[in-house]
């Protein structure tokens, strides 16, 4: 299976700040068509995971602009431009490319 | 906006069974890819299985092989996770999803609790 490996596991940040989050696979995460599957979510306390990004670095529909994803082949980094206060809670990325699509441990950020 | 409605879980003892539903609106649900996550108690995310549009391809973790079935009903908009020989490492919170292997949207999940 895919290992998916983050760093930190937690994250203390100051509001404001920014905050970057590292998501590395055990496997290239490009599939056969050259689309890279790698999505990272968001799960606020009490709440369902979220997703933010998907395919690297594409915004999904309502995420704030201060959110960004990049990377290629086996690493990959999500970043906060200015931590707000609803950032709080634990980010996951996640590859669709190969199955058993996998998590990784999730980072927990908290201010 | 999508949703995802989750129901059916619950108490269960080890060796038993559950089925578990999600019912699907406000998309167009025969054309995606579904499927589970599970969250067991102050864990991180596990998937469980995935189905295609018309249910033809089936994939499952290891570790649930041979006693959970992904089932869907594309006429009631309805997934299904038949899950038996429940073990007590199966507890979880088992959230629906959209798209296989993007999961978009979430559903609010349902609760598994496998105890004697």
């Known amino acids: 299976d895919v290992v998916l490996t983050q760093s930190p596991l937690s994250l203390p940040v100051t509001l404001g700040q920014p905050a970057s989050i590292s998501c590395s696979s055990s496997?290239?995460?490009?599939?056969?068509?050259?689309?890279?599957?790698l999505h990272w979510f968001q799960q606020r306390p009490g709440q369902s995971p979220r997703r933010l990004i998907y395919k690297v670095s594409n915004w999904d529909s309502g995420v704030p602009d201060r959110f960004s994803g990049s990377g290629s082949g086996t690493d990959f980094t999500l970043k906060i431009s200015r931590v707000e206060a609803e950032d709080v809670g634990v980010y996951y990325c996640m590859q669709g490319t190969h199955w058993p699509h996998t998590f990784g441990q999730g980072t927990k950020l908290e201010i | 906006e999508v949703q995802l409605v989750e129901s059916g879980g619950g108490l269960v003892q080890p060796g038993g069974s559950l089925r578990l539903s999600c019912a699907a609106s406000r998309f167009t649900f025969s054309y995606y890819h579904m499927g589970w996550v599970r969250q067991a108690p102050g864990k991180g995310l596990e998937w469980v299985a995935v189905?295609?549009?018309?249910?033809?391809?089936?994939y499952y973790v290891d570790s649930v092989k041979g006693r959970f079935t992904i089932s869907r009903d594309n006429a009631e908009n309805s997934l299904f996770l038949q899950m038996n020989s429940l073990r007590a490492e199966d507890t979880a919170v088992y959230y629906c999803?959209?798209?296989?292997?993007?999961?978009?949207?979430w559903g609010q999940g349902t609760l598994v609790t496998v105890s004697s």
């Open positions: 999803e959209r798209d296989g292997g993007s999961a978009d949207y």
């Open positions: 189905i295609g549009p018309d249910g033809s391809a089936k």
């Open positions: 496997q290239s995460l490009v599939y056969s068509d050259g689309s890279t599957h």
